[in-house]
Each structure stands twice: as C-alpha cells, then as structure tokens.
C-alpha cells in the first residue's frame, strides 16, 4: 500500500482521474435495487470487470473497488459478516484483474445508519467493523484507502483509527456536504478537515450535485485546506423513475465543464458519484487535457 507522502507524490506528478459510478451503472446493467451490492458483484463478477475496463479506457488512474458497504454490521443482513475479511480481499482483487495498470482503492462509507448516538460504545462499533474491512482491504492489495460519503466527524475519526491500527498507509476521505460547506451534522466542514491534515493523503466531498455546488464549494475549500482536494460529484439531481431506479440527466459534456471549473478552483482529483459512467469520464480528461 501506498504512503500518504507517495500518494501524494503521484499526485503532484499528474495522477488526478478517478473513476465515476459503480452502483447506478451496476443497477442499469441488472443488478436488484434491494440486494447486497458487494454479493451480487462476486457472484456475477463480468458486470464490474466489463465497468471498470471502461473506466480504465475512458482514463480513470484510481478505480474504486466496490466494497462500498462491506463492513461487518453490513453484511450481518446477508449472513456474510463472518467473511468480512475474505470478501474485501476477493473484490480488491477482481477491481486489479479489471485494470491492472491503475490503481485500486479500498472503499469505505458511512456507517450513521447503524449508530443512534455518537458515544464511546458506538465509535469502539465504528473501529471493529472498519479495522475488520480494512484487513481486508490491505490483505486484498489495496493501493489506498478512500473514506466516502461520510457525514459525521466521528466517523473520520474512527477509521483514522481503524486505519493506524492496522498499518495501512495513504487514506482519502471525502464527506458529503451541503451547499455552504456543512456536514450534514451541521457543522462547518472546514475545521474537521483541518483536523485531517496531518494524517490524510487527500480530503474532499462526493454525491453532491455537481451543477448546483461544486466549483463554489471547491474554492472555499482551497483557500482554508493545503492537502489535495478530491471532487467526485453527482451527475446532476436524481429523478425517480417508476422502476424505483434513481436517473440523472446530467450529460458528459456539462458535467466536464463543471469539473473544469472544479480543476481550475483547486481540485486534484476529479471523478463521479451517483449517475456518472465512463463517457463523463472520458470527457473530463479530454475536457482538461484539451487545456494543457
């Protein structure tokens, strides 16, 4: 696994293209809204093999493996907690059989939905579950840690912990954050970021809508945050369709410009959350190459 000083490194060097979407593209290529994403992935494994040689085409240097709720108290509801361990090393490694030539990041989310409270009983939950994913992770050869869509401090925290605790090496975290800059706690994003600083290879937000938000909340980031900014907007406001199925209208072209912008304002890294596919991709790295 890469240092956060190496990541760093990479970075400042030119590496800046993640990948867009996993579970909307998994959904409209037939994967059941209701199901355990990271099961269904193993069990019809060419779906994301097939999703990620397309990033990887369109330019995408890190690719997130899609361990996206591969925690512990997670997979209790499948009866899969018991292979927690396995089941992110086994995902890690179909993510490298995709694109070996990119880098491949372990993904961790929120865990708010399983915690009433924040208190010392429910941070000690959030370190055991992640500690467990991110063995995992790492056994599974794991390039980075990526913390996203977090929404709470707390929760940074406790994988800054969960991380050092299992010697991982370079971690992103991005949170999910409102127009002016808050956490959905209602605090100021600024200081909590700060309070990375020194441990985080990269700090940033995903799965805001990237029309609405994103080059205002990129340059009131980098006037206050020296690490790389990370920007992994959505593709626009998601309309329900009557499958149930969230669409985003949002073409490639616009949303390239937006992350121009975003590029342009401070960002390092630039990629897509909910309803971006590889052609938004693609159109980012032509869009800012186009520039040079």
């Given amino acids: ?89 086994q995902l890690v490694a179909l993510s490298r059989q995709a694109a070996p030539n990119c880098l491949i990041a372990g993904d961790l989310t929120t865990l ?22 991110i063995r995992g992770l790492i056994d599974g050869g794991a390039d980075l840690l990526v913390a996203e869509t977090l929404m709470y401090p707390q929760e940074a925290e406790a994988i800054l912990a969960a991380a050092e605790m299992e010697g991982a090496g370079a971690v992103a975290y991005s949170f999910v954050m409102t127009a002016d ?3 959905y706690s209602g605090q100021d994003v600024i200081p909590v970021l700060k309070d990375l600083s020194d441990y985080a290879a990269a700090v940033g937000f995903n799965c805001v809508c990237a029309d609405m938000m994103t080059p205002y909340l990129v340059r009131k980031l980098a006037k206050e945050i020296r690490l790389p900014l990370l920007c992994k907007p959505n593709a ?20 390239a410009q937006i992350l121009l912008d975003c590029k342009r304002s401070g960002a390092k890294l630039l990629g897509g959350c909910c309803g971006t596919t590889p052609a938004h991709i693609a159109a980012v790295r032509a869009q800012i190459e186009s520039t040079l």
């Fill in 1 to 89: 696994m890469l240092t956060k000083e190496q990541l760093q490194d990479k970075i400042a060097n030119g590496l800046c293209y993640l990948d867009g979407a996993t579970g909307s593209n998994l959904r409209n290529a037939g994967m059941p809204k209701e199901c355990c994403t990271e099961q269904w992935v193993l069990e019809n494994p060419e779906v994301l093999l097939q999703l990620q040689r397309a990033y990887a085409k369109a330019g995408s240097q890190i690719l997130y493996a899609p361990t996206f709720q591969a925690q512990p108290i997670a997979l209790e509801r499948v009866g899969l907690a018991d292979r927690t361990e396995k089941l992110n090393a």
């Fill in 112 to 133: 708010a939905a399983f915690c009433e409270s924040w208190n010392d009983n429910n941070i000690d939950l959030l370190i055991e579950n992640y500690r467990r994913q």
């Fill in 181 to 183: 800059g808050s956490l």
């Fill in 236 to 255: 626009g406001n998601p309309v329900i369709g009557t499958d149930g199925i969230a669409k985003y209208d949002m073409g490639a072209e616009e949303f």
